[in-house]
């Protein structure tokens, strides 16, 4: 694919995406799952509550004492909120994410009339949903252990220097994108193409090296709307001793929101995209 077309193309399925927002019946899979996280997100807010802290206590020790200390009191819950609702929501994710891509991706489906038989319905998603939830899983497993390993690896070369410290976080974040970008048609092609597991990623590997520049676009342009609120969150201290603890939570409830509209813009395209390249 050239330049000039891959950029027209990107603009058509954007333009489809944008169009495809005002249709209310597509938003159910994303608009439940951000419910979901918003009530775990309460939840980790209230841990200090008598009725809450029993259950979650155990839960939080697994991230660790010193985590489970901070989080324990105030402000200190505040600042360690970030981190322990992330990993609420992978638990969230593994169970019901690759779910709702794939249930979203039946609705795109329907409505791009890429099915006109009707042959996918969500009783098909349902009986899909170990596989979309194993694809997640290991894709997310995978961008993970990227995040999670390289800053330890390179801990020592970054004390001390801010411009690097900078360099790094950016160049780390777009290794993410790429990473996700070689598997971001994994999870949407076991629904769209009725794919297993293992085809699914064959699928997805082919696609990105075909059109390796446009898949990375496709993947990062919706990605760069969830910078700021992640940048924030990720600053937790810094917000707690200059403004007010609880502007982390208000920090993270806007961060659902834009992931529920990232998730749908990317989703849609996606989709659409597949449906094209099947067609």
Do not use: C
Request: no cysteine; hydrophobic share 60%; charged share 15%.
């Amino acid at each position: 694919m050239g330049f000039i077309p891959g950029i027209n193309r990107l603009i058509g399925l954007y333009a489809a995406a944008l169009k495809a927002i005002f249709r209310f019946k597509l938003w159910p899979p994303f608009f439940l799952l951000a419910i979901m996280q918003f009530i775990v997100l309460l939840i980790f807010r209230s841990y200090v509550n008598p009725y809450v802290y029993p259950i979650l206590s155990p839960l939080v020790g697994l991230l660790g004492e010193k985590n489970a200390a901070i989080f324990s009191q105030y402000p200190g819950l505040y600042i360690a909120l970030p981190f322990v609702f992330q990993w609420g929501k992978l638990v969230l994710g593994i169970l019901f994410e690759g779910f709702a891509i794939g249930w979203a991706s039946m609705l795109f489906m329907r409505y791009f009339h890429a099915r006109k038989d009707d042959s996918l319905d969500f009783r098909a998603v349902l009986y899909r949903w170990p596989q979309l939830a194993v694809a997640w899983t290991l894709v997310t497993a995978v961008i993970i252990v990227i995040n999670t390993l390289l800053p330890e690896l390179f801990a020592g070369q970054l004390i001390g220097s801010p411009r690097r410290i900078i360099a790094f976080e950016t160049l780390l974040r777009l290794l993410a994108v790429a990473v996700y970008a070689l598997f971001i048609y994994a999870v949407p092609s076991i629904v769209v193409y009725k794919n297993n597991i293992l085809k699914a990623f064959k699928t997805s590997l082919s696609l990105f090296f075909r059109f390796p520049i446009f898949t990375f676009f496709l993947a990062l342009i919706p990605y760069l709307f969830t910078v700021p609120t992640s940048y924030l969150s990720g600053k937790s201290t810094v917000i707690v001793d200059k403004f007010t603890p609880e502007l982390i939570f208000y920090v993270l409830a806007v961060g659902l929101v834009i992931d529920m509209l990232v998730n749908f813009f990317l989703t849609t395209s996606v989709v659409n995209f597949l449906i094209e390249e099947e067609e």
